[in-house]
């Protein structure tokens, strides 16, 4: 698996037209709707063009920093009516085929469009590029659309876009547009090669090379992100320690991303074959600099808890992997800086006293010691799942630490200073030791009049805790002893995870939302449900993220019954509107 109103006429230029809109909208030069009331103004100096034309190249240009393409018309009107059609909207699809077959005339179906953005002088020029043998014979079809069209004497069509100009040439089985001359000479014989792993793989896809960027133009992001940082900081009154450490940490965080990262990928792709919409994103930092450091030692690990990785279960997440010690370095940093600013906000709080105060910061302390201590060994363990149904939901969730002793030590802590809080939960410690697990109890009383939490929970709710020597557990729900006793049961040692992705996550909606209706009764609820239950097998989101060289990549996939679900619920939503507006208009509109 992979992750109105204008008129027909105007349509028919706007596919030709479309990378020139987007570097008109770059460069604040208008839109083409007041081409035709502005050629006047351009003609002198198309006519300087023609007398001064050279084959003058641009004096400092980087290879594109922005690629961005649009799937071919043939996938983009097979995306378009399918996704329509699911959701629920097929006129939507009908009109977009209907209208790509009238101004689509000229272009290759079959190929996407383009537009390549470099760093030219210093300042990005954006560059289009469409599939057509022969924009010529396109242009003077649409003249009355484009205004009339020059040519150059070495071939460059010029069109006239409010008072600037657009140069448009044929570069082999591509019109490539730009705002200078010069900057058509920029594209090779093939511009597909720019658009290497985005085209027609995707939708709507994007790459930022970011290495592209001279470092003078990113130290100058750089300087006017700190100085906006600043400047916002000196306008609040009284920042704390804690608060200037952590937005410092951010913004070294931000500035460290400018600098070292290599390449940004977004990919949004609609798969009518498999039914699914999808997103990937792509992040890899340069060699060699800290950034590809702190992803060089990631790895899966096994784990004690992908018994929750499970298609039946109404949720899940897991995570395991190797930390590298500069990521180790980096997280405890972060860590500190969250105990500074915890420390701070104690300290300034003005509604605890000095023994109240410093209980707090013991105890806060301690937790933050245990976390610093497990993010020191190198390695996270995480997992978790839920299970839902009419009247019915189970959290359960369980993760490696240092010591599930000394957290199980600080829960008692905590239980002691809230006995002479008013209505404070009660804890029960040590109850049982199941399977090596020591387990805990701490319920919650539910008031009186909150009936349907009562009918799910009873009286009290109880959340279940269990302590072993290097993880700690939890569970909560309608039968939360039962579920954390599987959950332990379930424990297993996957010793070859090679074809685990480090970290994934599921979510099916149905569960919840039958969960959701025997609380409250809801029409559009209702409505998705209807839908949902007919499309038990697409009925997911799931997301994973894979480690790469000097970086990470993420997968997001959309089943099908998960879009049915949406289009069922808006339509729902809209029946609800009508009836209202005629209970409102006595059924007169």
């Known amino acids: 698996m992979q992750v109105t109103g204008i008129g027909m006429r105007s349509y028919r230029a706007n596919w030709l037209t479309t990378a020139a809109v987007l570097i008109s909208a770059v460069l604040g030069m208008g839109g083409l709707g007041r081409i035709s009331s502005s050629v006047a103004l351009a003609q002198d100096q198309i006519e300087l063009e023609k007398e001064s034309d050279s084959d003058s190249a641009v004096a400092d240009a980087t290879d594109p920093v922005l690629v961005v393409t649009v799937a071919s018309l043939n996938k983009l009107m097979q995306d378009v009516n ?21 101004f689509a005339q000229g272009l290759d179906p079959a190929r996407p469009i383009g537009v390549l953005v470099p760093i030219v002088d ?15 014979l396109m242009l003077k079809r649409m003249e009355a659309q484009t205004g009339p069209v020059d040519k150059l004497d070495d071939g460059t069509l010029v069109v006239a876009a409010g008072p600037s100009l657009v140069y448009i040439r044929q570069v082999g089985a591509w019109a490539v547009i730009a705002r200078q001359k010069e900057l058509l000479d920029l594209m090779p014989e093939d511009p597909m090669s720019l658009m290497k792993g985005l085209g027609d793989d995707y939708t709507f ?21 700190r100085q906006g940082f600043e400047q916002a900081m000196a306008q609040q009154a009284n920042n704390s320690e804690g608060v200037l450490a952590a937005s410092e940490d951010s913004i070294k965080q931000i500035e ?23 997103i990937e994103t792509e992040f890899i930092a340069a060699d060699g600099t800290e950034m590809a450091e702190l992803y060089s030692g990631q790895s899966v690990i096994p784990s004690i808890f992908s018994s ?27 860590i500190e800086s969250l105990k500074t600013m915890m420390e701070t906000a104690i300290k300034e709080n003005n509604d605890m006293n000095d023994d109240a105060k410093a209980q707090v910061t013991e105890l806060g302390n301690g937790f933050i010691e245990i976390l610093l201590n497990t993010v020191k060994e190198g390695k996270f363990d995480i997992g978790a799942f839920a299970v839902a149904d009419d009247g019915k939901i189970e959290f359960s969730a369980g993760m490696s630490i240092s010591d599930g002793e000394a957290a199980a030590g600080l829960v008692k802590d905590l239980a002691a200073k809230l006995q002479s809080v008013p209505n404070a939960p009660t804890f029960i410690f040590d109850e ?77 909606l149905l569960p919840f939302l039958r969960f959701g209706q025997s609380i409250k009764d809801n029409e559009i609820v209702t409505a998705m449900i209807d839908t949902l239950s007919q499309e038990a097998d697409a009925d997911y989101l ?19 019954g998960i879009l049915k679900a949406i289009g069922a619920g808006v339509r729902e939503a809209q ?14 509109f």
């Open 82 to 102: 399918y996704l329509s059609a699911v959701v629920g909207q097929p006129q939507a699809g009908g009109m977009f085929t209907m209208m790509a077959g009238s």
């Open 308 to 334: 929750v990785i499970d298609d039946e279960n109404s949720m899940y997440y897991h995570a395991a992997a190797s930390m590298s010690p500069k990521l180790v370095e980096r997280s405890s940093e972060s």
């Open 205 to 225: 896809a994007a790459r930022l090379n970011v290495q592209e960027i001279p470092s003078e133009t990113r130290e100058g992001l750089i300087a006017q992100i």
């Open 432 to 508: 049982e030791v199941y399977a090596g697990v020591t387990l805990h109890s701490v319920k919650i009383d539910i008031p009186a009049n909150a009936d349907e939490l009562r009918e799910l929970f009873g009286e009290q709710a109880v959340i279940k805790l269990g302590t072993a020597d290097k993880a700690l557990y939890l569970a909560a729900g309608t039968d939360s002893e039962k579920s954390i006793k599987s959950f332990i049961d379930a424990k297993v040692s996957d010793d070859d995870p090679e074809d685990r992705p480090l970290g994934q996550m599921q979510i099916r």
């Open 542 to 560: 799931l997301v994973e993220a894979e480690m790469i060289d000097n970086g990470q990549s993420s997968y997001v996939e959309i089943g099908e």
């Open 122 to 136: 210093g300042a990005p020029e954006p560059i289009g590029v469409l599939p057509t043998d022969d924009v010529e």
């Open 575 to 588: 029946v609800q509107q009508m009836k209202q507006l005629q209970q409102q208009g006595g059924g007169q």
């Open 256 to 278: 460290q991303l400018i600098r070292d990262a290599e390449q940004l990928m977004i990919g949004w792709n609609i798969d009518p074959e498999e039914k699914v919409v999808t």
